[in-house]
């Protein structure tokens, strides 16, 4: 995968001149600060921006524009450069997104755990090649000198290595990592953004936790309902055997790699030209490489090579194709073969890599017309994570990657025990939202309120309190309005705006009689109960209860209904 | 609430120098880089680390205490000082407080948003007084420069002003935030900790949403069943009130306002002594404060402070009372007013706050004993936000604080419309963490995996594999032992470890037959069920369900009449 990661030069005099400035802090406000004159934070024009800061994408910070000019010192009020506040429907979705991976990786008896969002610097160094200048410093304000997280992988091997009583866990870990990049928001390349890791640790018979791990794979995005997708699948002792057959010299095997794996955008001509050309491959060597790495398939591929002598004859090689047999054999039982496709050409960047490798195209990521060669120029880069989700590939790349690692956390660990053999993978947390939600055709909801308590005339404003207590009392998300005596459209407005499923609505009248009205929203015309029901106060709760099974079974029903039509009915679990 | 701080100097020139340091940055490492011979990252020995770091707590980092001693350059494996790993059972303690809290905010229509960890410095800049210093600055690596986030209120201020066609928002927001403090582990004050803050913003009709957070205040802490606690309550005008009646010179509010604040850990006398001696007070002043500032209680104090002419005479006196009436009134619909206490004595640190303020108080957070005077000679702190969840009172503050600050988001908006009224609360989720720990009677499971697949004799591990794989279609958590030939006694302990209820074990002959057998794990002798039941493959799912449903039920029946045991009967809605 080709990774491309342009990045600003920090200078030194700079710094120090910011160090020094900021070593001067402001003396603590007097007690009466708030009434002070108030700060106008927003005057620092556009243009006077530092020069070396990138445009801005839409979306980031200064959502408005319009500068009051009155204060000489003061600055536009945004969020940091790549970064982003989550709010509204969008966070609704990411949410969505959230509990929906996190309920199948529980399904498979995942934990989580939690690492502080810094690290010392130390763990990080020499982790991620020459992208390490990408890493966010801390400033030194005394102490230990610490490091933003890069990835979730690192701190994963970290904890690992510190806590060897632990020899086997399946853990997952969805969080934010930083990136000092350059920003390209447009493409979805953050500073701040989110992975979404699965990884199983532990020494275990062979190909097991890898079955299982596409097998979570799968799970997570038929769940996540993002259309047809496509694992492609490798093994690193077939390629590292493949090269060895053909005669790729030992230190051109990490450029020759990276040319192969740029067989999803490009032609093979233009792969083959980048080897000869730019990479210095003698051509028949080339035209070796270029008879098996165009290959990809399912089994029969697995056959096919099986029977030729002269790749079986490599150990690395034939290591790497029985340990595809068993996995195929295991991923038969789990139903996950239709997904898989065995491509030679799938390489990866990351180094540390010692088994299977794979990654999640989906037909929505697949590449627009005419990237190809716009990102075969690029510079490679040796970024051994970006893959996993924040290259600047989305919409090309893939939306999830991993695979087996064995010998990571021995590089924290000093002793054999330490030395936890691993297969993970990462799921692109961004391109799955931005797909999820260019996919949706129903309404987000902004909040999760059932139940809209409003009453006609004169307010009732301590009835619909109690009539609210009552609700949260027995678990009901209920609100009502902050307001003495609100109209009744405005209240069916507050209602309506966040598409609250229920009213209850109270009326003098029918208080005395001890009744209120349930109205359920949107109910068409003619509807029996367009107008509502009158019931007893004292049977709202099941009253409501009820209503609200009712409506979650008939949208069950209806999503039913809708997934099943696009179920293919000839994928058919095998027969033991 | 009186808050100590002490915290390191940075030195500028260390500063400069490691910055120079950590300008070269290591080549990228060659592809062969896990062949090379494996750091070995921890041999640097404790006394050799930095003096300017303070002693290490219990579980901070460095779990492994050997040391190799080989390599002459490397470091200490732990995570940063004040820092921690959650893991384990305290994660899932931790995941359960998070839920139930988040499960009330969205009982109340709540929102949650997410802002980027870090803020460009100007936006902290000026809002936290001489804690300033306590913000952790990232490097300057080129571009804006940037602190991570201090707490979520300033965030949440500086998100409000930059969204102004957003006018009211219920809004909660759970998320780590960090003080570059000395850390006191064994107290609970941490480098990075979590803030869980739950705010309304926007104008509507005096003291409703006041009414509301007090009334989510007591279903969360209620859910959380943390035993017996009271809510202290004030307002900021009352207190201003007495002030100004008492004769208190202007430029003194603020250090008697602290020193009153501290009458719920120290007697009057120690009190009275500090305002006469420390702070300079008229005695005669004193003691018209000491008057009125030992008052506390409920609604009868209302009452009598309303008969006094001397206070009510005064404006803002008289504003602080109306606004409680109103309060009172509401808190009594909602039933929050058994919890609740008036205390004259309450202040808190906070600047911003400008109408009611509290505080939580559980017994489980009681003053210890003897700990009275310690707080007391400790030097007073201007940290404006410490108090609300992360001061080191541990074990003698609060749980949760808050109150109503209509002027901060104004401070970033630069006109009318961006000047949003707010009340809020934030919980101390460390300190509420700690609490439901202790508490803890029942066994905590570490994952939750609901049946564990295992077979007699041969292994059968496709067998397994395949019943998992119809459990996890089932939407079953369900685990299998990855191993060819496992022995039973070994996936036994496999399933007991972590509690899981129900075993599926297969067996050649039962298979056979179209057979599985379910086995309710933990079954005492002598029960029906104790050497588990045959059940068709086909009715597996339908049989597993049923049995998890009913042990749900049971699980729910116990803790209802668990539950039973501590209410209290004698509390009673108010009658309409």
């Given at each position: 995968m080709p990774l491309h990661y342009p990045s600003s030069t920090p200078t030194i005099t700079k710094t120090l001149t910011t160090l020094l400035l900021r070593q001067s802090l402001p003396p603590p406000p007097p007690r009466t600060l708030l009434l002070l004159?108030?700060?106008?934070?927003?005057?620092?024009?556009?243009?006077?921006?530092?020069?070396n800061e990138g445009g801005r994408a839409p979306?980031?910070?200064?959502?408005?524009?319009?500068?009051?000019?009155?204060?000489k010192r003061g600055f536009e009020l945004?969020?940091?450069?790549?970064t982003k506040d989550w709010e509204g429907k969008d966070m609704v979705i990411r949410d969505k997104i959230f509990s929906t991976i996190t309920d199948v990786f529980k399904r498979h008896g995942a934990v989580t755990i939690d690492t502080p969002?810094?690290?010392?610097?130390e763990v990080l160094?020499?982790?991620?090649?020459?992208?390490?200048?990408?890493i966010y410093d801390l400033a030194d304000q005394g102490g230990e000198i610490c490091s933003l997280r890069y990835d979730l992988t690192v701190p994963f091997a970290r904890w690992l290595a510190m806590n060897?009583?632990?020899?086997n866990i399946k853990r997952y870990h969805i969080a934010k990592v930083y990136r000092r990049d350059q920003p390209a928001m447009t493409k979805g390349r953050m500073r701040e953004f989110y992975q979404c890791d699965f990884d199983i640790a532990g020494a275990y018979d062979p190909m097991l936790p890898d079955a299982e791990i596409l097998r979570i794979t799968t799970e997570i995005l038929d769940s996540l309902n993002l259309g047809s997708y496509t694992i492609k699948i490798n093994h690193r002792k077939i390629l590292d055997g493949l090269f060895q057959i053909c005669g790729v010299p030992i230190d051109k095997i990490r450029s020759i790699s990276s040319a192969v794996d740029k067989l999803d955008k490009a032609t093979w001509e233009d792969v083959r030209k980048e080897m000869i050309?730019?990479?210095?491959?003698?051509p028949e060597v080339a035209d070796k490489i270029g008879e098996y790495v165009q290959k990809k398939g399912g089994k029969e591929l697995l056959d096919e090579l099986k029977e030729d002598k002269a790749l079986t004859s490599n150990d690395s090689f034939a290591e790497g194709l029985e340990d595809m047999r068993l996995l195929f054999d295991y991923l038969e039982v789990f139903c996950v073969m239709p997904k898989l496709s065995f491509d030679l050409?799938?390489?990866?960047?990351?180094?540390?890599?010692t088994g299977i490798i794979y990654e999640v195209v989906t037909e929505a990521s697949a590449p627009p017309a005419g990237k190809s060669t716009q990102s075969q120029q690029a510079p490679i880069s040796d970024?051994?994570?970006?893959?996993?989700?924040?290259?600047?590939?989305?919409?090309?790349?893939?939306i999830a990657a991993g695979g087996r690692y064995d010998e990571l956390v021995g590089m924290f660990?000093?002793?054999?025990?330490?030395?936890v053999p691993c297969v993970g993978i990462s799921f692109g947390v961004d391109r799955i939202f931005s797909i999820t939600k260019a996919r949706m055709t129903g309404e987000v909801r902004g909040n999760e309120v059932e139940v809209y308590v409003m009453a006609f005339g004169t307010g009732l404003l301590k009835e619909r309190m109690e009539v609210c207590r009552i609700l949260w009392d027995a678990g009901i998300k209920a609100e009502f309005m902050y307001k003495n005596k609100p109209k009744l459209p405005q209240q069916f407005t507050g209602a309506e705006k966040n598409g609250v499923p229920f009213a209850v609505v109270l009326g003098e009248n029918e208080l005395k009689e001890g009744k209120v009205k349930i109205k359920e929203m949107g109910?068409?015309?003619?509807?029996?109960e367009k107008k509502g029901v009158d019931v007893s106060k004292d049977d709202l709760v099941a009253e409501i209860r009820k209503r609200l099974a009712q409506k979650e079974e008939g949208a069950r029903a209806a999503s039913i209904e809708g997934a099943l039509q696009g179920v293919?009915?000839?994928e058919k679990a095998p027969e033991m």
């Open positions: 004159p108030r700060l106008n934070l927003r005057t620092m024009s556009e243009s006077a921006r530092p020069p979306k980031e910070g200064g959502k408005r524009k319009e500068k009051s000019g009155k204060e945004k969020v940091p450069k790549g969002v810094f690290e010392l610097r160094t020499g982790k991620y090649g020459e992208d390490s200048k990408l060897p009583s632990i020899q050309d730019e990479k210095g491959l003698d050409s799938l390489a990866r960047g990351l180094d540390y890599y970024d051994p994570d970006a893959d996993r989700s924040n290259d600047d590939s989305i919409g090309i790349g893939s660990a000093n002793n054999a025990k330490g030395r109910l068409s015309e003619g509807h029996p293919d009915l000839k």
